[in-house]
């Protein structure tokens, strides 16, 4: 019993610790809207590339040599320009052309993530 009584405590505080790395990571607000500091490719970037693109530059097919199925096959396809969305063709023509586009938001997600350094974070 009492190993489990002083687990407890032990992850409680452990969770309560996440939060706050989490929160003290975020830079005071700037001017760019969506960027919270936060945008990150596995949590942000990958899901909008996996609903809007995989289907014609993923799995199966992969249109032009687009790869989006990873973070390297993305940038192995060269559509990505690091800290340069307007150079990034994954911005110049991702945002307008195939049949399920970007919205604005999801747009400014990319552009944030990709002028952050376009890191695989
Ligand atoms: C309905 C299928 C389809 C969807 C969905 C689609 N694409 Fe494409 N994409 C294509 C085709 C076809 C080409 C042209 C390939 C070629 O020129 O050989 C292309 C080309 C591209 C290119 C240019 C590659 C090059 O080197 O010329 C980029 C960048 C690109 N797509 C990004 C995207 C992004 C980002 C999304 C998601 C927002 C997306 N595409 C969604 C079909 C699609």
Request: aromatic fraction near 6%; charge should be negative; glycine fraction near 10%.
């Amino acid at each position: 019993m009492r190993p489990l009584i002083f687990a407890l405590p032990l992850l409680v505080s452990l969770a309560a610790c996440g939060e706050e790395v989490k929160e003290d990571t975020t830079p005071p607000q700037d001017t760019q809207p969506v960027d919270d500091g936060m945008i990150g490719f596995a949590d942000d970037v990958l899901p909008l590339l996996e609903t809007y693109c995989s289907r014609c530059h993923g799995a199966g097919q992969t249109h032009g040599g687009v790869d989006v199925t990873s973070y390297e096959s993305l940038m192995a396809s060269g559509v990505v320009v690091a800290s340069d969305s307007a150079a990034s063709q994954l911005v110049t023509i991702g945002s307008h052309h195939g049949s399920g586009w970007f919205s604005a938001e999801d747009l400014a997600t990319v552009t944030s993530w990709i002028d952050a350094g376009a890191l695989n974070d």
